[in-house]
């Protein structure tokens, strides 16, 4: 019996920019011995595009993913290098690959990232909203009313939230968010690193119900619970605290607690940290 073990490489690729792909992917690719992909085409387009040689190329999505395991399980027993793609992004994040990655775990062989584009991250980091703590929820689901329920979750969250809609829900799914959530700032973000890539900002009622012309791929990030306008010290504070007891450096806590004041600036919150933190060692 031999002791090989093989490696599950879980492999980020472009969201729409070509040039996005890592050198160190790219050679993942084009060496292993067996890519796993949602779609085939797809992929296959990619290696064209990317200059790689035609590998062996096996679909494994939404409706596959389980009986594909012990196939690959198999092949990584013998020592095989095999790659996990999604059509396009990180895998796993919202995309088939969770079992087998989980899989592959538990039967010791080695699992490890080719990191790279992301449609969470990309629109998260350009959006201009609070970035931390955040939550990821894939795409929403499709009734109000189970949209209402994995939204409520967070309604006394301080947290910003990230998701994946289809243009012909987006409005519908942001009157329900609107409702669930109450005012908060959103930006909404489409064809990420695509030669018309967008960003939308404003607030959730000024989508909330309404029939948006946007066309590709959209990602949605909105932000933490908007505070009304501070009225007093108290306010502040409070919202320091539930900021603060989130943890974090004090600018990185200071901004957080922006996004959610109105009247008071990063700067002022960022002194009053300081403040608070030597009256603590005073």
Not at 38 to 57: H, V
Request: overall charge neutral; charged content about 25%; some cysteine.
């Amino acid at each position: 019996m031999s002791d090989a073990r093989g490696t599950l490489w879980v492999v980020a690729t472009p969201l729409g920019n070509a040039q996005d792909l890592a050198p160190r992917s790219r050679d993942i690719l084009a060496r292993a011995a067996l890519v796993l992909c949602e779609d085939t085409r797809r992929t296959a387009r990619l290696f064209a595009q990317q200059g790689i040689a035609p590998g062996r190329f096996l679909s494994m999505h939404d409706h596959n993913e389980e009986g594909r395991v012990p196939q690959v399980l198999g092949l990584l027993a013998g020592g095989a290098e095999i790659a996990l793609v999604s059509d396009a992004g990180t895998p796993v994040l919202s995309d088939p690959g969770y079992l087998l990655v989980r899989a592959c775990r538990e039967a010791g062989h080695a699992v490890r990232p080719a990191p790279g584009p992301s449609a969470v991250m990309a629109a998260l980091c350009a959006s201009g909203l609070a970035p931390q703590p955040f939550v990821f929820l894939g795409f929403l689901p499709r009734k109000s009313g189970d949209i209402r329920q994995a939204l409520a979750r967070f309604a006394q969250a301080g947290c910003t939230l990230v998701f994946f809609e289809r243009k012909d829900r987006l409005g519908k799914s942001l009157a329900v968010a609107l409702e669930v959530l109450g005012e908060r700032e959103c930006v909404i973000a489409r064809e990420l690193t695509k030669t018309h890539e967008e960003f939308l900002p404003g607030r959730l009622s000024d989508f909330a119900g309404k029939e948006l012309e946007l066309l590709g791929e959209i990602t949605v990030v909105v932000g933490p619970a908007l505070e009304a306008a501070v009225s007093g010290e108290g306010d502040v504070r409070s919202v320091l605290a539930a900021e603060m007891a989130a943890g974090g450096k004090p600018k990185d806590v200071a901004r957080r607690a922006a996004a959610r004041l109105r009247g008071v600036t990063v700067k002022e919150l960022y002194e009053l940290i300081l403040e608070g933190q030597g009256r603590a060692h005073g």
